[in-house]
C-alpha cells in the first residue's frame, strides 16, 4: 500500500529510513519514527477492527495509551505472538507483522451484526445464564468470540529482567510536567527515576504549537533530556509505562526494551537482549506527571472510522506527518478543539467546519481560526456521523446543553473525518489503584487524584493544563520532593511561555439527537466494549444506581481499556440518568495494570529450571549418578527411587528396596528432615511446653519421638529429639515443617516465655543424614566406625560420637523402618565420602539404596504416622491413638492440652486412625479414596473417613492402607468400603494400624 | 551455655570435601574467554568454601568482651553491622544473633575459647560450617546483577561497606554483605547453592559473569 | 506490596521479607486448665476484624526474624507504627485521623541519599 496520507515535510519521523511492515497480511510501508498506528493511517487504513460485541467496523481514535480500537495481534511466528498491543503504543520496525484481534465474524459477532438493536446492556446475563446447565458451553464460546487477541502455543524464545529499584522521586510521565520535575529533582542531587510510556520523552511537547523561549518546545525538551541523561543519580526510561501502583509507594514500571526493534530482541555480541524488564520501584516520593486524556464528543453513530479525537488529528498531522483524510470537521466545546483544525488547514488540506458548542468563544485559537477564515458555527454540535466504513458526512444542529436537546434543524455537511473534543480528563488512573476515589471539580470538569501520601499529581493530571503553569508545578513538585535528599539550593529556570488568552470550556459528556437516546442511533461511550450512551440509560432505568453496578452491568470501562476514553461521560449520562451531579454520582475505580502488560516480564526470570527453587542434599549427585527418579517433598529433591537399571518399574523398585531393607540392609538419604540446635538451660522446660510428651527425665545420651500441636490440640509436627547435653538439645522436625517449625519456637519464646533461656539455630545443611537401617546394619557400620555397635551399650534411642569412615560423625540408633537403624550424621561437606565408603563396604551386605517411596511403605507398614498426610489439621494425638505420646499429668499446660477436652476434640465419632486390609489382598486402595460403612445407601452416600495412605507391601504380600475412620478405633474387625469411579467398590476390614512386627522387637536387636 | 556437648567435626585433610558449590562450578564453569585478564569481566563470581562459620546468640553486653578478646574483632552492636579483619568477619543477625566467619578449621578452637571465655552466661554458639558457604561477586556490575535478585536497595549509599542483611534472594533468603569496596558477598544455605549459582550465571549472563573456584586458598577479602 | 519498618533492623524493608501472623496482643490463659469452653474456644478462633485500625503481629521472617507488631489501617493500608514485642502501641483509634504529624516520622521516610 502507498502512503497516501503522508505529509512530504513534517513530523518527527525520518524520511530516510523507510521500514516495511504487513497488517492482516497486506504489505504497507512506513518510516522510522511512525508508530504502527501512524503508519496505518499513512497508508490509509481506514478499518483495523471490528468491534468486539456488535462486529462494527473500527478505525484509530486516538494517538496513545487510550486507543480503544487498534488492538493488535502481534507477531511474525507462532512464538512470538503477542496479543492487546495498542497500535498506537507500538514502535513500528522492519518486518513488523500485525493482524487486527477481531478482523472479521465470529459467532458473537454474527449475532452482533444480525441482532444489534437487540442486545441490551446485562445481553450475557440474561441470554446465557439460562438454562444454567449450558453455561459451561457459552461461556467456551463467549470466550472463544470475544476474546482480545491470543496466547502463542509456542515457547516464547526471548527473555526477560526484571529490576529493583529505589529512588528518592519517581517522576511518571515526561511531558512538560514531568520533565520540570526530574530536572528540579534531579539537580538537587535525589536518586530520580523518569519514565514514560512513549518512544520519545517530552510527551505533549514533542508536537506542540507553542513555544518555549522563543522557540519550539522541542528544542527545550532535547535540552532537558541531555541534561538529565548526563546525571548519575537519574535514570530515564524511555518506553516505559508504570502500571500499577500499590501500597507504600511500590510502582511496577513495564519498560518495552526491545520490543520496538523487531519480532523478537536483538543479539549484541552474541548475547540476546531483554525483550522487556519490569521494574519495582520503591519510591519516597512520586510526581504523577500523566496528562489527561482528551474526551471525544458522544454523538450518534461516532464509531465510524474517521470519527477521531482532535489531539490525535494534531498529533498524527504535527509528529508523524500523517493527515489521516481530506475534509475535516471539528465538534468541540472548548479552546483547544480548534488546533486540529489549525493543524489540518497548515497541512494544505480543507477544513469544512469548526462546530462548537458553546455559545460564544474568543480565546487565542479561535482568533487564529478566525482570522485564517476558517467556518466557525458557534452553538451547535456534530450530531451524527455518516457513513458506514468511513465517515461521508456529519450531520450538524444547534443544541442546548442545559435541555439535552437539539433546537433547530440539522444539516448535513460533506466530510471524510470528524474530530471531536469535549474536554481532558486527567490520566488519574494510577492513583485510584490503592483504592482511593478520585474527586470531581467542576471548574476543571474532571476529577482528580484523591489526596495520597507521597503522591503529588502535577500538570494535565492534576486539572492544570496552560503550558506555563503546568512546568511551574512541576518544577516545584520536583523541588519539593526532593527535600532532603541533597543540595536544596539548585533551582531550574523555566522557560518564557506565552500566555493564551482563552475561554471557558462547557460540559459536553453527551450530544443531544433529534431522537431520545433509546432510540437514536447508537452513541458510541465505550468504543472498546461497545457501552453506548442507551445502556448506561437502561441500566439506570433498570434500577442500577450504584455506578459500580452501572459499570458491571453495561461493561464500561472494562478490562483492559479501564475507562480511558470512555469513563467520564459514561459517569456524566449517569448522572444525567439518575438527576444528580457527577460529583454525587462518583467515578469507578481504575484497576492495574493501567496497560497491559506481557506475562514473560511478570515472570521475569523464576522460569523453566528457575521457576522454584530446587534444594539439594549433600548426595544429590550421588543419587542422579545412581539413576536416581526424584521426587518434589516442598522445594527438596529427594530419590522417589532408584531402579536398578532404566527398565525397571517404580513398583519393582520399590519391591526390591523394601526386601532389602526388612533382608538386608538399606540406605536412605535423610539429609533434609528438619534439624534445629536448641541450647539453654530450660530446654527441658520449653520443650516440655512445645510438645506433647515428656522431656524431664530425657536421659543425656537418649533420644525421644515428640509429638507437637498447636493450641488448638491438632498435630502440627513431630520428630525425634535428642538430648546431647543439659543445656543441648538436636531437634529434627519433618522435611516440610522445618522452617515452620523453627518459626513456631521462636514465636512461643519472643512471645510468650521470653524469660526462658533458650535459643534455636537452624542446622538442617549442616548435617547430612545417612539412615542405615536392615538386619545387616550393625555388621555394614562396624566396618567403617570406632564405635562401639554393642548392642547392650548402643541401646535403640541412644546416640554416640565417633568416627564413620574417618569422619567425626554422630550417631544415633533410631528406626523409622522398625528394622535396626543407624542414623549417621556427618557435616555435610563430607557426607559424599562417607556415602561412597560405606557403598565400598556394604556390596557384601547387599546395601542398596533407597527411596522415598520405599521408606513410607515401610514405615506404614509400622504405622508411623506422616505428618500431612495422616493429618491435615484436623487431627489429634488421640485421633492417631498416639495417647502413649502425650503427658497428661504434666505440670505445665503445654501447647494444645487443654483442646484435647473441648467437647468437639472428645466426640467418641471422630476420624481416627486405622489400619484397612482389603479384603481383595491384590487391592491397593486408592490414597484420599472416600469410606462408607453401607455401600449398598443411595447416592449421596454417608462418608465417614478417608485413606490416607497406601501402598503393596512385599513384605505381607499383599496391600494395606491407613486411614482415618469415624469412631474407627473401636471398629476394628469391621468392615467398610470404598466405592470408586466406575461402580468398583473395594471392601475393607478395619485392622490394627500396626502391620509389621507390632511388639517392635526387630529394632531392638 | 556451657554443659552443651560439642565435638570437632572438621575431617583430616586426607579425607575428601565437597563445598555447597562443588558439582554446580564443574557443571557450569564459566571461565573470561579471551578476555583481558587485567580488565576482568563485568561480573565475576566465586566461592570462598570450607571457611568455619559460628552461629553466636545471647545479649551484646554477654558477648562484646569475649568476641572482641577471642576473635579480635569488636562485635558489631548496631542494626545491619559487618566488622570485618584480617580474614574474619562478625555480622548482626539480630539483636541476640551473630555470624561468626572464620578461615577454615578455626571453628571448633573458637568456639571452645568462647565457652571459656563466656562461663556460665546466657549465650548459645552452633557450627553451621557445613551447611553454608560464601559466594562473592565483584566487578562493575555486581550490583545491577543483585537488583535483579533482592528487593534490598544496593546503591553504594543505601548499602555502604560494613553493611550486611538477612534478605529475600530470587525465591529464597541469603545474607548479603559488603566486606569492602571491590566485593559483595552471599552467605547462601547448602541445599539451595545451586538454584542461586545458576539463577546468578543467568542473571549475570548480559555482563559476561565468569566464575572461578577456589578452595582452602588465603581467605582476606582483598 | 507494603514497606514495613522492622523494629529490630530500625529500618524499613520490603513486605516480602515478612509474614503476618494475624491479631496482635491475643493472651494466652494464664491457667487453660481453668477456663472455660468458651473462654478457651475465644482465644483460639475468635479475631477481631476492624476496618480502620488494627493491632498486627509480624515477623521479620526473611531478616532478623523476631516477631513485632504492626499498627496498621485495614482501610487505606498506612501502617501507623511499628513497635516491639512487650511494647505499648501510641496509635489509638483517635490518633489516626489523616494528616497526624509525628507519629509516622518512621514510615515513608526512604533512604535520603546524596549522589
Ligand atoms: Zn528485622
Known sequence: MNQVNRLAKGGRIDRGRPLTFSFNGQTCHGYTGDTLASALLANGVDIVNRSFKYSRPRGIVAAGAEEPNAIMQLGATEATQVPNVRATQQALFDGLCARSTNPHSGLLSTIGELFSPMIPPGFYYKTFMAPASMWMTYEKLIRKAAGLGRSPREIDPDHYEHSKQHCDVLVIGAGPAGLAAALAAGRSGARVILCDEQEELGGSLLCSREMLDGKQASVWVAAVVAELAGMDNVLLLPRTTANGLHDHQFVTLYERRTEHLGDRAPEVNGQQLARACMYHVRAAQIVLATGAHERPLVYAKNDVPGNLLAGAVSTYIRRYGVVPGKRLVVSTCHDDGYRAALDWAEAGHEVVAIVDARERADGHWIEMARAQGLNIIMGSAVIEAKGKNRVTGARIASIDVARFQTTGPASELSCDTIASSGGFSPVVHLSSHTNSRPVWREDILGFVPAELPGLTPVGGACGVYALGDVLKGGAEAGAEAAIGCGDTSASIDLPDVERLKTGEALGLYQVPHEKPTLRAPKQFVDLQNDVTAAAIELATREGFEAIEHVKRYTALGFGTDQGKLGNINGMAIAARCLNQTIADTGTTIFRPNYTPVGFGAIAGRHRRDLFDPERYTALHEWHRARGAKFEDVGQWKRPWYFPSNNEETMHDAVVRECRAVREKVGMLDASTLGKIDIQGKDVREFLGRIYTNGWEKLAVGKARYGLMCKDDGMVMDDGVTTCLADNHFLMTTTTGGAARVLEWLELWHQTEWPELDVSFTSVTDHWATMVITGPEARRLLAEVTDIDLDRDSFRFMDWRVGMVAGVPARVYRISFTGELSYEVNVQAHYAMHVCKTLFQHGDKYGLTPYGTETMHVLRAEKGFIIVGQETDGSVTPEDLGMQWCVGYNKPFSWIGKRSLTRPDTCREDRKQMVGLKPLDEMVVLQEGAQIVFDPQQPIPMTMVGHVTSSYYSPTLNHGFALALVKGGQKRIGERVYCPMTGGVTHAAEIVSPIFYDPKGERQNV | ?222 | ?115
Open chain 3, 1 to 115: 506490596m507494603f514497606y514495613i519498618h522492622c523494629p529490630y533492623c530500625a529500618e524499613q524493608r520490603s513486605e516480602e521479607e515478612f509474614h503476618c501472623m494475624g491479631q496482635a496482643h491475643i493472651q494466652r490463659p494464664e491457667n487453660p486448665e481453668a477456663a472455660s469452653d468458651r473462654e478457651w474456644g475465644e482465644y483460639l478462633f475468635f479475631r477481631d476484624n476492624p476496618r480502620g485500625l488494627h493491632q498486627e503481629m509480624w515477623v521479620h521472617a526473611a531478616g532478623c526474624r523476631k516477631f513485632f507488631n504492626v499498627a496498621r489501617n485495614t482501610v487505606s493500608y498506612e501502617i501507623f507504627e511499628t513497635y516491639r514485642m512487650g511494647e505499648q502501641t501510641s496509635v489509638t483509634a483517635g490518633t489516626t485521623a489523616h494528616g497526624r504529624e509525628g507519629q509516622v516520622e518512621q514510615v515513608h521516610k526512604v533512604r535520603r541519599v546524596r549522589a
Open chain 2, 1 to 222: 551455655m556451657s554443659n552443651v556437648a560439642i565435638f570437632e567435626q572438621r575431617a583430616a585433610d586426607t579425607i575428601a570435601a565437597e563445598s555447597p558449590l562443588h558439582y554446580s562450578l564443574h557443571r557450569h564453569a564459566v571461565s573470561a574467554q579471551g578476555a583481558d585478564p587485567k580488565e576482568g569481566s563485568a561480573v565475576a563470581m566465586d566461592e570462598r568454601a570450607f571457611l568455619g562459620h559460628l552461629i553466636v546468640r545471647g545479649t551484646a553486653g554477654v558477648l562484646r568482651a569475649a568476641i572482641k578478646q577471642v576473635v579480635g574483632i569488636a562485635l558489631p552492636e548496631t542494626a545491619c553491622g559487618l566488622n570485618v579483619e584480617g580474614g574474619k568477619s562478625i555480622q548482626w543477625l539480630s539483636p541476640d544473633e551473630w555470624l561468626v566467619i572464620l578461615p577454615p578449621g578455626e571453628e571448633f578452637a573458637t568456639e571452645n575459647a568462647l565457652r571459656q571465655a563466656l562461663g556460665d552466661n546466657a549465650y548459645a554458639v552452633v557450627n553451621v560450617s557445613g551447611g553454608q558457604t560464601v559466594l562473592t561477586l565483584s566487578g562493575p556490575s555486581a550490583h545491577e546483577v543483585l537488583m535483579k535478585s533482592t528487593p534490598c536497595d544496593v546503591h553504594p549509599h543505601a548499602f555502604p561497606v560494613g553493611r550486611g542483611v538477612s534478605t529475600v534472594f530470587a525465591k529464597t533468603t541469603v545474607l548479603l554483605r559488603r566486606p569492602d569496596a571491590k566485593h559483595w558477598e552471599l552467605v547462601i544455605r547448602r541445599s539451595f547453592a545451586d538454584y542461586l549459582y545458576r539463577w546468578l550465571l543467568d542473571a549475570g549472563e548480559e555482563y559476561g559473569i565468569t566464575t572461578k573456584h577456589t578452595e582452602n586458598k588465603d581467605n582476606n577479602n582483598e
